[in-house]
């Protein structure tokens, strides 16, 4: 069977067991980049059953002499498995190849974040009335920035103060709290100046009906740049800083992993990383 009809059947497999929209482009994009080497190297159409381990060795090499990120790596040899998985548990390979192939080595680094005061002030400086709010939502809420603008306004149950999240990753559904600290700004963003009265989305803005996730990264981005800081700040800082600031409340992994929409307690734990004030404290103790 040919390597990209064999994709085919994986998608409609995908479809099957619901796997969400976004991890179905994911996949297919980077088996097709995938296919699209094997072609070239072969000079035509590949066959699933000639492909080697040593051809997906080949591929990473590729990828790493193009400079491209361990992590991006490490996620194609992860689709790759997953497709492999696939294929050997419907019979259409003898064995799962992937299996002999080595995880890519991932540096080791720490997570940044932003403190509540740093939040503060960012938002602070963000003249866009908007946008500074889903950044004050997203530091309080940590929801990734694609969840925020998807919300519904009956996903924003502002009387009982729960947001819902509706097939979030990995098309998961969860329920966050809203805390008090956030709920009067929502509750007087919906009863006094949210404009985009035709838009079903919480968040959106009069001209569009919605609110893209680059904007309001391009805000933020201008936003650190006046202030003048050196770090890089996204919306994924924010979930960042959301979860460590539980942290270091002695929040503890297995809520914070229900609030992130975590599948695994080993995500979660990165956030268990230590500031230089802590470590002073550490070594003071002595």
Known sequence: MLFLDTIEQFQQYMNDIERSPVTIALYLRDLRYFGSYMEKKHNGPVYLEDIKSADIEGF???????????????RYLYTLRSFYKFAYKKELVERDISLAVDLVKLPTKERHYLSQQEVAELADTITNDLVRLIVIFLA????????CIKLTMDDVDLDKGIIHVISGKGNKDRNVPINN?????????????????NSNFFFATKKTGTISNTYVNN????????????KNVSCHILRHSFATSLVKQKVGLVEIQKLLGH????????????????????VNAL
């Not at 599948?263 to 550490?282: F, G, N």
């Open 140 to 147: 309080n809420t940590g929801l990734r920035i694609s969840e």
């Open 181 to 197: 600290k956030l709920l009067p700004l929502l509750i007087d963003y919906k009863d006094n100046w949210r404009d985009a009265y």
């Open 219 to 230: 805000t933020l981005r201008q936003a650190v740049q006046s202030l003048g800081w050196k």
């Open 60 to 74: 990473l090499r590729s990828l790493k002499e193009r400079n491209i990120a361990p992590n991006s790596r490490s």
């Open 263 to 282: 599948s695994d307690l080993k995500i979660t734990s990165v956030y268990m990383h230590a500031d230089l004030e802590q470590l002073q404290d550490a």
